[in-house]
């Protein structure tokens, strides 16, 4: 069965980097887009960007431009998103989600805490 | 960006009563193609959203049937024909017809 596993929880200080990743099993994770999409606690979804894992093409929100990153390493069929110059604000849990003109397929979500 | 707009926002049900979220879109949401990229995803507390509902009316694998979309262009509409226990938790439609994709508000369904 398709499955997405994320890295655990985070707690970063402000103006570090995180690196999320999120483990692909039950397809070929290079057949589908992975997108990112976050949401800080009771409030709603954030979609952050997508990469195709077959090119590693990727296009970003305008919001995260030039402080998000996405990757893929196919070897292991693991997608990475890394946020950097991290503010109180992004303290939110970053899901990743299998798909292009849809989310079929979610990952757990990883905490990502940013306090001094 | 293209703005949708849930109503309403909270919506109490008692179960075995109908309930129904109607998601208005800035923008049509047909795509070049032809196709409308308009989904319905589910989410409980605590976990991550789960596709319920894609290309406006198509159900995703082991979706009850009690679960319906309907709508076209910029208007659309999830039915759940009778609530149940485990239907309670925010419904969110996106759409993925143009770049960047966008969620509405959230509509959070409880049992009256």
């Known amino acids: 069965q398709v499955q997405l596993v994320q890295s655990g929880a985070e707690v970063k200080k402000p103006g570090a980097s995180v690196k999320v990743s999120c483990k692909a099993s039950?397809?070929?994770?290079?057949?589908?887009?992975i997108n990112w999409v976050r949401q800080a606690t009771g409030q709603g979804l954030e979609w952050m960007g997508w990469?195709?894992?077959?090119?590693?093409?990727?296009g970003y929100a305008q919001k995260f431009q030039g402080r998000v990153t996405m990757t893929r390493n196919t070897s292991i069929s693991t997608a990475y998103m890394e946020l950097s110059s991290l503010r109180s604000e992004d303290t939110a849990v970053y899901y990743c989600?299998?798909?292009?003109?849809?989310?079929?397929?979610w990952g757990q979500g990883t905490l990502v805490t940013v306090s001094s | 960006d293209i703005v949708l707009t849930q109503s309403p926002l909270s919506s109490p049900v008692a179960l075995g009563e109908p309930a129904s979220i109607s998601c208005r879109s800035s923008?049509?949401?047909?795509?070049?193609?032809?196709?409308?990229?308009l989904s319905w995803l589910h989410q409980r507390p605590g976990q991550p959203p789960r596709l319920l509902i894609h290309?406006?009316?198509n159900r995703f694998s082991g979706v009850p049937d009690r679960f319906s979309g309907s709508g076209a262009g910029t208007d659309f509409t999830l039915k759940i024909s009778r609530v149940e226990v485990e239907d309670v938790g925010v419904y969110y439609c996106?759409?993925?017809?143009?770049?960047?994709?966008?969620f509405g508000q959230g509509t959070k369904v409880e049992i009256k």
């Open positions: 990469m195709n894992p077959n090119s590693g093409n990727t």
């Open positions: 290309k406006i009316s």
């Open positions: 989600a299998r798909g292009t003109r849809t989310f079929d397929f």
């Open positions: 039950g397809y070929t994770l290079t057949s589908y887009d």
């Open positions: 923008q049509s949401l047909v795509h070049s193609e032809g196709n409308t990229y």
């Open positions: 996106t759409q993925a017809t143009q770049f960047p994709r966008t």
